[in-house]
Structures are given as C-alpha cells and as structure tokens.
C-alpha cells in the first residue's frame, strides 16, 4: 500500500520554529511534486507550499511566504517543511501530498497520494 507519512508536528509558542518531514512507503516519488496542505477545525484545506517535479521550483501560500521553507532530502524522496516565526493562525492538521502534474498545484485536487497528517499547534 502506497503511503505517505508525515512527522514533526508538535506543540511550539509563538515565533518559534518546527520542522515538518513526509517520507514515503511503497514507492517513491522522486519524480512527483510534492506539497504541503493544512486544514484548521471549521475550514477548509488550504494550501501552504510545493516543490516542483525538478526540486528546483518552490510555491507558497502568501500567508507563509517568508517564515516557509519547503525542500527535498538528497534522496528526493523526503521532503520537510522548515517552519519559521510560527504564529497562532498556523495551528492546523498539515497534510503532505504527491502531485504528477507540473501545474494546478496549489489545489487539492491536483494530487494523487496524501499522508494522513500531522497537528501543529502554537500557542500564544
């Protein structure tokens, strides 16, 4: 069974600083992009940042853009997300995705294969 899973998440005060891994199981997806999505209790699943297929091109949510840093292992299989100067409105179940298509990325729906998640929360 192809999986995705994701670690790091945690309980951290305002302005410190997380790091977020999703490391396969089942295949690889060194020639996937691969996103990060989070989705607070009452909203709905937003997007937070990509790296393309290349591991060279990376998008972000401007909500993150600045304190977000997403990349890929040297392996490209695992991908982290560096979160920096994290505030209260981060506080989210973040999700970790595998995409095959090289556009469309900031929805949902462009991805084929999702993790099941892992809580951040910031208190303030």
């Known amino acids: 069974q192809v999986q995705l899973v994701e670690s790091g998440g945690g309980l951290v005060q305002a302005g410190g600083s997380l790091r977020l891994s999703c490391a396969p199981s089942?295949?690889?997806?060194?020639?996937?992009?691969m996103g990060w999505f989070r989705q607070a209790p009452g909203t709905e699943r937003e997007f937070v940042a990509v790296?393309?297929?290349?591991?060279?091109?990376?998008y972000y949510a401007d909500s993150v853009k600045g304190r977000f840093a997403i990349s890929r292992g040297n392996a490209r299989n695992t991908v982290y997300l560096q979160m920096n100067s994290l505030k209260p409105e981060d506080t989210a179940v973040y999700y970790c995705?595998?995409?095959?298509?090289?556009?469309?990325?900031?929805?949902?729906?462009?991805?084929?294969?999702w993790g099941q998640g892992t809580q951040v929360t910031v208190s303030s």
């Open positions: 995705a595998a995409s095959r298509r090289d556009d469309g990325l900031g929805l949902g729906s462009s991805y084929d294969y």
């Open positions: 790296i393309g297929r290349n591991g060279f091109n990376t």
């Open positions: 089942g295949r690889t997806f060194g020639n996937y992009a």
